[in-house]
């Protein structure tokens, strides 16, 4: 089993800095994807930004530049680094590991982006 706690979430202005982590539980993570998924109100989940366990990394087009997900294998984190931050930011974060039969999700993290 793997559970994923995520945090770092909170309230910003328009063109400030958030980081988020998750940190997973169990012995999956590193062969795992992860990743952040993000829902913002009346809006389906949509993917943020995936790396897999090699490193390699892909973003929704609408934060390219200005987010980053990294991952740590040996302490089982993954980050995501959100700059230059929009208010259609705003919803709440989800860290997501996946594996070839499974999806573990956390219980999500909300940021708030002002105007």
């Known amino acids: 089993q793997v559970q994923l706690v995520e945090s770092g979430g909170g309230l910003v202005q328009a063109g400030g800095s958030l980081r988020l982590s998750c940190a997973a539980s169990g012995s999956i993570f590193s062969t795992s994807v992860m990743g952040w998924y993000r829902q913002a109100p009346g809006q389906q989940r949509e993917l943020v930004a995936t790396?897999?366990?090699?490193?390699?990394?892909n973003y929704v087009d609408s934060v390219k530049g200005r987010f980053t997900i990294s991952r740590d294998n040996a302490k089982n984190t993954v980050t995501l680094q959100m700059n230059n931050l929009k208010p259609e930011d705003t919803g709440v974060y989800y860290c997501?590991?996946?594996?070839?039969?499974?999806?573990?999700w956390g219980q999500g993290t909300q940021v708030t982006v002002s105007a």
């Open positions: 790396i897999g366990s090699g490193g390699r990394t």
């Open positions: 997501n590991a996946r594996q070839p039969l499974h999806v573990y």
